[in-house]
């Protein structure tokens, strides 16, 4: 059907940069009709809102934790869409899912595919 896979996670120190990606596929999966979205899930926390971005890459969307620091970008022709995450915090240590959905959104509800998520541990 749809696989989303994530890769690009690791340990880092606090104020280094990662760059998350996330590849699509499946034979009826249209990339480019698709927003994308990432979210991530901290131990014992729940799955929160990190960034989002629509179709054309027109509509970019951020948590405010987010925002100034990380920056999604898609690339429709690879069926690709990215993480970049720079200054970051222990804070920002969590497992960082990708999805597939209708809208650019903050809630899970909206997305429709998910991939398995990568490990981002920041170390201070």
């Known amino acids: 059907q749809v696989q989303l896979v994530e890769s690009g996670g690791g340990l880092v120190q606090a104020g280094g940069s990662l760059r998350l990606s996330c590849g699509a596929s499946?034979?009826?999966?249209?990339?480019?009709?698709?927003?994308m979205g990432w979210f991530r899930q901290a131990p014992g926390k729940e799955r929160d809102f990190v960034a989002a971005?629509?179709?054309?890459?027109?509509?970019?969307s951020y948590a405010d934790s987010a925002k100034g620091r990380f920056t999604i970008s898609r690339d429709n022709g690879k069926n690709t869409v990215y993480l970049q995450m720079n200054s970051l915090k222990s804070e920002d240590t969590a497992v960082y899912y990708c999805?597939?959905?209708?809208?650019?959104?903050?809630?899970?509800?909206?997305?429709?595919?998910w991939g398995q998520g990568t490990q981002v541990t920041v170390s201070s």
């Open positions: 999805a597939a959905g209708e809208a650019v959104s903050r809630t899970s509800d909206h997305y429709s595919y």
């Open positions: 971005i629509s179709q054309s890459s027109s509509l970019r």
């Open positions: 499946g034979r009826t999966f249209r990339f480019s009709n698709y927003v």
